[in-house]
Every structure is written in structure tokens, then in C-alpha cells.
């Protein structure tokens, strides 16, 4: 059996707005052909230690949130090592959004804490938008025959 893979990496600290991304992942991943996978880290050291330490990175959609509870930001993240085309900012300052569009990002949704609900919605669209660019032939040829 071929299980058709895509991970999304989330770095954002606040739980509730975790629980609701992973929600309404759950939810599409029920209506579409891919298997997610989810790497959630909540706080910028994690992402020094276990994603910038890295030489190469495999994940298809990254949540970049920016600040985190230990007072650092996400905005470590290696973007000019692993790219920037698959990163959605999602900071609930625009300001801080708009640095990430000025290093190469290309979707900001704003997050607004008041409508948390509506933020994960938008969210989830995106990525699903970004899933179905990627026909299955595509993600076969990726993850399983190595053409170059």
C-alpha cells in the first residue's frame, strides 16, 4: 500500500490556536488523498536544536508564527537555508508578517486572537489550496522514484 505523505511543520506557542489548526487539519486530512503528519514545536530554542541544526529539512508547509512565551521568535527558522516558498506567516502582528514577506514568504495570514476560529479557517484553506497544486503523480515521483 502507497500512503501519500505531507508534513507541516508548526512553530507557534499558543495552544489554543494549535488545537484549532490541528482540528481542522484532522478534518481535511478525512477529505483529501493525503496522510498529514505534524511537527508542532512551541518555543524558538526547539527550533535552533531540532530544525536549524539540521542539514536538510523534508516538510511540505511551514506555520511561521514569530513571537514564542520563552521571549525569542520563531523567525530563526532557517528559511534561507530550506526556502521560503512553502511558509505561511501567521503572526497577529502585521508588521512582523511583513518582515517574513520582505525575506521571500509569500502568504501572511493575519491571526486575530478574537476570531480564532475564522484565523484556523483561512489557515486550513491555504494549506488545503497548497495540497491540491501538488498532483499525486508529482507527490509518487517525490517520494518514492527519485527524478531529479
Do not use: W
Not at 500512503?3 to 478525512?30: G, H, M, P, Q, Y
Not at 486572537?113 to 489550496?129: M, S
Not at 497548497?130 to 515521483?141: A, F, G, V, Y
Amino acid at each position: 500500500m502507497v500512503v501519500l505523505n505531507k508534513t507541516i511543520l508548526i512553530l507557534e506557542d499558543d495552544l489554543i490556536t494549535v488545537s484549532k489548526l490541528l482540528k481542522r487539519l484532522a478534518d481535511l486530512e478525512a477529505d483529501q488523498p493525503f496522510s498529514l503528519s505534524t511537527i508542532v514545536l512551541s518555543n524558538y530554542q526547539q527550533v535552533e536544536e531540532f530544525i536549524n541544526s539540521r542539514e536538510k529539512l523534508n516538510v511540505d508547509i511551514v506555520l511561521l508564527d514569530r513571537d514564542c512565551k520563552l521571549g525569542g521568535s520563531f523567525h530563526v527558522y532557517g528559511m534561507e537555508k530550506f526556502g521560503a516558498d512553502n511558509i505561511i506567516a501567521i503572526s497577529s502582528v502585521p508588521e512582523y508578517n511583513q518582515d517574513l514577506i520582505a525575506r521571500g514568504v509569500k502568504k501572511a495570514i493575519l491571526k486575530d486572537y478574537r476570531y480564532l476560529d475564522k484565523f484556523a479557517d483561512e489557515v486550513v484553506k491555504e494549506i488545503e489550496k497548497r495540497l491540491k497544486k501538488h498532483s499525486l503523480l508529482d507527490t509518487l515521483k517525490k517520494q518514492y522514484i527519485n527524478i531529479k
